[in-house]
């Protein structure tokens, strides 16, 4: 039975299980030698498939970013995600909350940084460490939530043992408004070539964040909340998937809006494109054959939202 | 993908064995499994090479851009991409973009304290006369870029 996705905002009990969930993931050691956790790998996993570059002649299309691949990948590693915290939580029925940045994006500058979704109940606010909430940093407190795995500025990743940083409002004064989104919403193809970062008409590329005036969307989100959110490891930071549930949530209104436009390149496109074409594999973690993308397209018996209807 | 299809993502997860550098170690490039394109792969020491193709009235255009970028006298390989526009993005900030390298290297040491700590004094750490540096940033980073 799928199940449904809420508004962190809007349900203190989908708040509340997911702040306990990160924490138990966080909790739970994957790798004994390199004391890393379970939410560390998906660390990890993220920072190698954005450095496996596709086709490997170029460094700026990766196996899930500056991409066709984008959505998909990113929905599979949410799923991934949900069903590691029913685990941990036990509870079947967990669903990831998401964080409708676009609505915070209505307000005033001022007004975005006294969100809610700060508060020291729900995900705490910003500082170099994080000092309030559940994820605050807490030297005298070895359980306190800690950053473990870094990538440095040249591309190697690294083990430290930090609290987690956020800068609100510091690089970029405000989130992406609603208008946006729904204008990103409203196109009807969903990528074309030249497959990266230069389309301004196309869903994927807008919903990404890279048109019309970088950065948008998506990446506006990772720049707005900076701190851990900018680096490659970002999913370090909850936040994280807050932001991509509500970029997946744009894809799955967009597919309802355009039942007609497919996913593109077809697998007919040329082999420079593989990972991105519609039944190419997507990047794993987890032992046993990969899903496809076009297994991304569907998943309506995985898990729904509560409401698509913000985005027009 | 069925419900049934995504529980078998519960399990743990497996990831390859991969060099993690100690805290405050520099793996140089270490992330990446797959470096063709930038300068490393090309022997292009320290550098970075970003690769633009067009065609144009039946002509194919190639355009390679390679940096050489150090800060403080030691090199930084921040895997640069060149836009068709102009405008760059880095893997070490994967959502920005910038309008020039300099303003790449400016960003990499905001967002990288523990490798650049902010000196707020204007301390040059490059150990050259800090009175060279005329736009008065003290951290010695420059680049040079080949067209």
């Not at chain 1, 138990?24 to 190698?48: C, G, M, P, R």
């Not at chain 1, 036990?90 to 500058?109: E, I, M, R, V």
């Not at chain 1, 919403?185 to 807008?206: G, M």
């Not at chain 2, 069925?2 to 170690?25: H, I, N, T, V, W």
């Amino acid at each position: 039975m799928a199940v449904t996705r809420t508004n962190i905002l809007k349900s203190n009990v989908a708040r509340d299980k997911f702040i306990k969930g990160v924490l138990l993931l966080k909790k739970e050691i994957a790798n004994a030698a390199q004391q890393t956790s379970t939410w560390d790998s998906f660390v990890i996993w993220h920072y190698q498939t954005m450095m496996n570059f596709t086709p490997a002649s170029q460094s700026s299309r990766n196996s899930a970013h500056r991409g066709p691949v984008f959505l998909p990948w990113h929905r599979f590693m949410l799923i991934a995600l949900e069903r590691q915290f029913q685990r941990v939580l036990n509870d079947a029925t967990f669903a990831l909350p998401y964080w409708a940045w676009h609505q915070d994006g209505d307000l005033t500058a001022a007004k975005q940084l006294q969100s809610p979704l700060w508060a020291k109940e729900c995900m705490g606010g910003t500082g170099i460490p994080v000092s309030t909430g559940p994820f605050a940093f807490k030297a005298s407190d070895p359980n306190s939530f800690r950053v473990r795995v870094i990538n440095n500025s040249s591309g190697g990743l690294s083990l430290t043992n930090r609290g987690l940083r956020r800068t609100l409002g510091q690089d970029i004064a405000t989130l992406p408004a609603t208008a946006k989104v729904k204008a990103a919403v409203a196109l009807t193809k969903y990528d074309e070539s030249d497959w990266n970062v230069a389309s301004t008409t196309t869903f994927r590329n807008v919903s990404e964040g890279w048109a019309p005036s970088p950065p948008a969307s998506h990446n506006r989100v990772h720049v707005w909340v900076g701190g851990d959110m900018s680096p490659g490891t970002s999913p370090n930071d909850p936040v994280f998937y807050l932001n991509h549930c509500n970029v997946d949530r744009m894809w799955a209104a967009w597919q309802k809006k355009h039942p007609g436009s497919p996913y593109l390149p077809a697998d007919s496109e040329p082999a420079s494109l593989l990972g991105h074409r519609l039944s190419d594999p997507l990047k794993s973690m987890f032992s046993g054959a990969p899903p496809k993308i076009k297994d991304m397209l569907n998943v309506s018996t995985v898990y729904t939202y509560d409401t698509l209807t913000d985005f027009g | 993908m069925k419900a049934s299809e995504a529980d078998q993502f519960k399990q743990a997860p497996r990831l390859p064995d991969m060099p993690l550098a100690a805290p405050g170690g520099h793996a140089h490039g270490g992330g990446a499994e797959q470096g063709g394109g930038h300068g490393e792969a090309g022997g292009h020491e320290h550098g970075l090479e970003s690769i633009r193709t067009a065609t144009h009235c039946g002509h194919e255009i190639v355009i390679k851009t390679c940096y050489e970028i150090t800060v403080d006298g030691k090199p930084l390989a921040p895997h640069m991409s060149v836009n068709d526009d102009g405008s760059l993005n880095t893997h070490a900030l994967p959502e920005y973009t910038f309008s020039s390298a300099v303003d790449v290297v400016k960003k990499i040491i905001d967002a990288y304290p523990d490798e650049y700590p902010c000196d707020e004094q204007g301390h040059d750490h490059s150990g050259k006369d800090s009175s060279s540096d005329q736009q008065g940033h003290g951290h010695g980073g420059h680049t040079h870029e080949h067209t």
